[in-house]
């Protein structure tokens, strides 16, 4: 039974004997099988249509590469709605953002981070400030790190140290290491919040996610609880329409997320959780434009001028904004620039809208920043060649200078009104002030002021008395 060979030389028989698979009928009838999907299960059928998926979009960058040669792609199209791509892609947000959020400090974690920095630093015998060193900044990383966790040890960090001034013996104040902490998180939180709200996760949220967004902080802002549901959409649309004023400067209708988390809006807009609505001024409520008070003000404000209540103004109802004192050729050219014409065409049919009128009042109230003289410059620019000359800002003062007139005032000559402007933006190019040149002069509001608005010209030409009126309750 067992003699004739060895246990090596009868495997190797065996080995010879077993043909090869490919001569196997039943070999090739089980991978036609396999192949066809037919009496799979969902899991391997799933399996087997994503290997598909994943080589026809493998073969299409590879024929797209092939046919572009050197040049390089620039657009991406975006996963059509209910796709496994698009689900995939949401899922990744979602699992990214939640992982982050879960890194953050809660309001626990800082009010116990804040009792470790009281606990284990040292009073300036000078100032009285509670400060730390080195030593002290690292056992505090610590002692944190026990009761917190790991997750706020990147706080600590040497290259964060360094950020803070130091006294002569290298010691920090702890408050504003702390509300560095603070606004960290907070500007973390805000990103994450307004990443969920980004639908296609392309880093910019439009006119609709901005106003969800602002939606949600409503009940933790404290200014702001006690608003009334009728007017919590009108307020968003308000609210929202600054962030795309300066985060928005070509008006595509996005805002890009890191220049709004960057921007003094999103400052402002938080300056009504930090502080009681009982501490605020109504002269500060009206300054903040996201307060009620300045929303209220602003909606008032254009049903007043809709005479017609139509929802929209005509040339004629803008006239009467601010008194009459705006002048007719700056409301010509501000429909011409920034109002866009009705659906019927002609010139009758050009009115303004509310989100039109926003921005206008946002462009005169914020005159002296980059994106309001932008505004105004396009309307100021008659030609619209980039730049102004001395006869436009004759044609431009000549309205104001018959408003001044009229109003009862003195004589004016405008060619002695046109030197002073050139003295006060002293352009590069003396023959010629462009919207650069209203920039670095640091006068360029008033500038604009002075050409379109009576009042803003009496409030330069009596600007000494306007400001001895102001020193003289501060010296009672």
């Known amino acids: 039974m067992y003699s ?104 626990d974690d800082l009010d116990a981070m804040w009792v470790c920095l009281r606990e284990n630093c040292v009073i300036d015998d000078a100032t009285g400030a509670e400060k730390m060193n080195y030593e002290d900044f690292c056992h505090i ?62 880093g910019f949220l439009q006119s609709h996610e901005m106003e969800a967004y602002i939606r949600g902080l409503i009940p933790n802002l404290a200014q702001l609880r006690d608003m009334p549901s ?24 996005k805002a890009c997320i890191k220049k709004v988390l960057l921007s003094n809006c999103l400052q402002e807009l938080m300056e009504l959780h930090q502080e009681s609505e009982e501490e605020v001024t109504d002269t500060e409520q009206a300054e903040n434009w996201f307060s009620l008070t300045s929303a209220q003000r602003i909606c008032d404000m254009f049903l007043a001028l809709d005479k017609d ?3 929209t103004l005509s040339k004629q109802e803008l006239r009467e904004y601010a008194d009459g004192t705006l002048t007719e050729i700056f409301i010509e050219r501000v429909f011409d620039e920034h109002v866009r014409r009705g659906k019927s065409g002609g010139g009758s049919a050009r009115e303004m809208d509310f989100e039109s009128f926003l921005d206008f009042v946002l462009a005169l109230e914020n005159k002296d ?72 002069c640091k006068q360029g509001g008033t500038v604009a002021s002075m050409l379109i608005d009576v009042r803003g010209f009496w409030a330069h030409d009596n600007r000494e008395n306007l400001l001895q009126e102001e020193e003289e309750p501060e010296e009672e």
């Open 230 to 253: 009728a007017f919590v959409q009108m307020y968003c649309r308000i609210a929202a329409q600054k962030f795309f004023f300066f985060c928005d400067p070509h008006r595509r209708g």
């Open 309 to 311: 209540m139509n929802g």
């Open 141 to 202: 990383a610590s002692v944190c790190t026990e009761q917190i966790g790991p997750k706020c040890r990147r706080f600590f960090s040497p290259s964060n140290f360094m950020k803070f001034e130091k006294d002569e013996s290298g010691r920090i104040a702890i408050l504003p290491f702390y509300l560095y902490v603070m606004r960290t998180v907070s500007l973390t939180q805000a990103r994450i919040d307004m990443s969920e709200l980004d639908e296609d996760s392309d």
């Open 369 to 440: 920043t980059p994106e309001g003289l932008t505004y105004l410059f396009r309307c100021l620019d008659l030609q619209g060649r980039g730049y102004l000359t001395t006869a436009d800002i004759h044609s431009l003062f000549r309205d104001v200078h018959q408003k001044w007139i009229e109003g009862g005032n003195y004589e004016l000559c405008i060619e002695d009104v046109r030197d002073e402007i050139w003295d006060m933006v002293k352009p590069a190019d003396p023959l010629r002030i462009t919207s650069a040149d209203l920039l670095s």
């Open 4 to 107: 004739g060979s060895s246990d090596g030389e009868s495997h190797e028989a065996t080995q010879r004997k077993i043909p090869p698979a490919s001569s196997m009928p039943w070999a090739r009838n089980l991978r036609r099988f396999i192949g066809s999907g037919t009496g799979l299960g969902s899991e391997a059928l799933m399996e087997l249509e994503t290997k598909r998926i994943l080589l026809d979009i493998f073969k299409e960058k590879q024929q797209k590469s092939a046919e572009a040669g050197t040049i390089p792609s620039f657009y991406k199209k975006k996963p059509e709605e209910g796709s496994i791509s698009h689900r995939v892609q949401r899922l990744a947000k979602y699992r990214f953002l939640k992982k982050q959020s879960d890194l953050l400090l809660n309001a």
